[in-house]
């Protein structure tokens, strides 16, 4: 079992930064991915990034490439989502994820956070 918790959501003004904080626990990371989706009022939860636990290898969904970065600290089993430049249609609740298949987080998620809310205003 993976238990994740996210922290570091909030209220901020488009064209401002936010960094999200995912804190792991339980068993080893090591043949995992963890990464973000997020979901809007109305919508589907929506992959966002993800990071492989071994050799740190990211990959993005085109509407935050240039804008989002994720990164991992192994020592403190915590993943961050760094979100620049944010915009009102980033408005949604984030989630962080962890998954046994380290390049198809997008479709295969063994765990999953309780969200926290990210609000952007115009």
């Known amino acids: 079992q993976v238990q994740l918790v996210e922290s570091g959501g909030g209220l901020v003004q488009a064209g401002d930064s936010l960094r999200l904080s995912c804190a792991a626990s339980?068993?080893?990371?090591?043949?995992?991915?963890m990464g973000w989706f997020r979901q809007a009022p109305g919508k589907e939860r929506e992959f966002v990034a993800a990071?492989?636990?071994?050799?740190?290898?990211?990959y993005y969904t085109d509407s935050v490439k240039g804008r989002f970065t994720i990164s991992r600290d192994t020592a403190k089993t915590t993943v961050y989502l760094q979100m620049n430049s944010l915009k009102p249609e980033d408005t949604a609740v984030y989630y962080c994820?962890?998954?046994?298949?380290?390049?198809?987080?997008?479709?295969?998620?063994?765990?999953w956070g309780q969200g926290t809310q990210v609000t952007v205003s115009s």
């Open positions: 994820a962890a998954g046994a298949r380290p390049l198809e987080l997008r479709r295969f998620v063994d765990y």
């Open positions: 339980g068993r080893t990371l090591i043949s995992y991915a």
């Open positions: 990071i492989t636990w071994s050799v740190g290898f990211t």
